[in-house]
């Protein structure tokens, strides 16, 4: 069993949603992010995905946007990314799943890339912009080197397309609550279970849920319907708000981890 495989199952045990929490890689500066890492981990997160800064991360919101500039403008590299994911393996068997870019992927060639990443200690991939029709080589190398898949599915992603996209997953299924861009928000979209439920009909993986979730009553919700809650901009903001004092970006991830954490200590019904 992988380790993300043994996250959910765990998660799943306590009659609980997995807690998946996003920083970029690098942000605002190596040794402060492998920290930043270090206290989400201590606080309880079951996956960490970390985002591979990029200079056109069209996905995100300004809050990420901002987080990547940062990374990319202390020296963060495709190579500095992947020593983050091996400091951080150094004290920690949580999962890590890479957020990327197929332009990433792609300048070293999917099989490079997974090979290395693979290595460094990375145990899945999402890679945003990469439709699973087109994904044949970055699948092969994946599979080849035991990195698992995690795509996306949309609010606006018809039926038809969802037994390929969930076919082309082996790790976990992410669905967007919302159209548009990464970013806190104030209230959750309507449907979130329906949509849910619609993508477990091609998949037995665990779907989860992200983009927008910011606070304790966004994840009650996610977790009542979904394997997994994701967040991201609401802890990436506890780096922004606090930009060169270490000890207070791990002070505030921690807070924010614990008040998040409260909207899952509702059992779910399995």
């Known amino acids: 069993m992988s380790r993300i495989e043994k996250a959910f199952a765990t998660a799943r045990a306590e009659n609980r949603a ?54 990319l403008e202390s020296g963060s590299t495709n190579g500095r ?12 068997d949580v999962p890590i799943v890479f957020y990327t870019y197929y332009n ?10 997974a090979k290395q990443a693979k290595a460094a200690g990375v145990d899945g991939i999402l890679t945003l912009d990469l439709p699973p029709e087109e ?8 599979d080849k080197h035991g990195l698992q898949t995690v795509f996306i599915v949309a609010p606006t992603t018809p039926d038809s397309r969802l037994e390929t996209i969930c076919q082309a997953a082996t790790g976990f299924v992410y669905y967007v609550s919302r159209e ?7 209230a959750m979209s309507d449907g979130i279970k329906a949509r849910v439920d619609a993508i477990k009909q091609y998949t037995d ?7 927008g979730i910011s606070n304790a009553d966004h994840v009650k919700t996610v977790a009542q319907a979904a394997d997994g809650v994701v967040v991201g901009s609401a802890i990436v903001n506890c780096i922004a708000e ?20 409260e909207g899952n200590s509702l059992a779910k019904s399995y």
């Open 18 to 71: 997995a807690f998946v929490a996003y920083l970029c890689a690098g942000d605002p500066d190596f040794e402060t992010s492998v920290k930043a890492c270090r206290a989400v981990i201590n606080a309880g997160v079951d996956v960490l995905e970390l985002g591979v800064p990029f200079s056109d991360p069209l996905a995100d919101g300004p809050t990420n946007q901002l987080a990547a500039q940062r990374a």
């Open 81 to 92: 990314v992947l020593d983050l994911v091996k400091a951080v393996r150094a004290f920690s």
């Open 104 to 113: 990433l992927v792609f300048a070293w060639g999917s099989e490079a890339y």
């Open 135 to 142: 994904a044949g080589d970055h699948l092969a190398a994946c």
């Open 180 to 186: 548009g861009v990464t970013g806190e928000q104030a």
């Open 205 to 211: 993986l665990p779907v989860v849920v992200g983009f």
């Open 242 to 261: 606090n930009i060169g004092v270490a000890a207070a970006i791990e002070s505030a991830l921690t807070s924010k981890m614990n008040a998040l954490a």
